[in-house]
């Protein structure tokens, strides 16, 4: 039990000062490439990302989703990039994953973060990542994001409307 909270001290450290760090530019880019973080305790329809990045224009080919599972064991049979759960985590936010290196490595145009859970592994991916734009939803730590939208997980619908309306407000599809 000491050593899990000495463990999410040295997470949330690690995150501090990747956030700290973080260079924010302003840019009218498209949106052509798109990394998906969810938490699969919380949604699990990832075919709905698909559907609505290909409408956007996004090709299949050009997204990328990872999923979360908190419980190893629990980890299904994946149709979607990369399973991540804590054992691909190390002391002070190392990456034991390679695929899970690889993504944060990808320089994507946009990266949305589809959790509400506030789970210390999410919040490393997300800070860590290169991508230009991060969007994620509310109740989590504000300096991840670019922009936050109030939505619930299981709204996916209302989620893909407020996306869409900003992504066209900021010129980004």
């Given at each position: 039990m000491i050593l899990k909270a000495f463990k999410e001290k040295s997470y949330q450290n690690y995150i501090n000062k990747l956030l700290n760090?973080?260079?924010v530019e302003a840019n009218n880019k498209k949106i052509d490439t798109v990394g998906v973080i969810f938490n699969l305790n919380?949604?699990?329809?990832?075919?709905?990302f698909q559907i609505f990045f290909e409408d956007l224009g996004v090709k299949q080919n050009r997204l990328k989703i990872i999923a979360f599972v908190a419980d190893e064991k629990l980890a299904p049979e994946t149709y979607w990039d990369v399973n991540v759960t804590?054992?691909?985590?190390g002391w002070k936010g190392a990456i034991k994953n390679n695929d899970l290196k690889a993504f944060i490595d990808t320089d994507f145009d946009a990266l949305i973060s589809y959790y509400k859970e506030d789970r210390m592994e999410l919040n490393i991916i997300t800070a860590q990542s290169k991508a230009r734009f991060?969007?994620?939803?509310?109740?989590?730590d504000d300096r991840l994001y670019d922009l936050i939208l109030d939505v619930h997980p299981k709204e996916?619908?209302?989620f893909k409307r407020e996306l869409?309306?900003?992504?066209t407000v900021l010129n980004k599809i």
């Open positions: 760090s973080r260079h919380e949604f699990s329809d990832f075919e709905n804590p054992k691909d985590f991060k969007v994620g939803l509310s109740g989590i996916f619908s209302l869409h309306k900003y992504l």
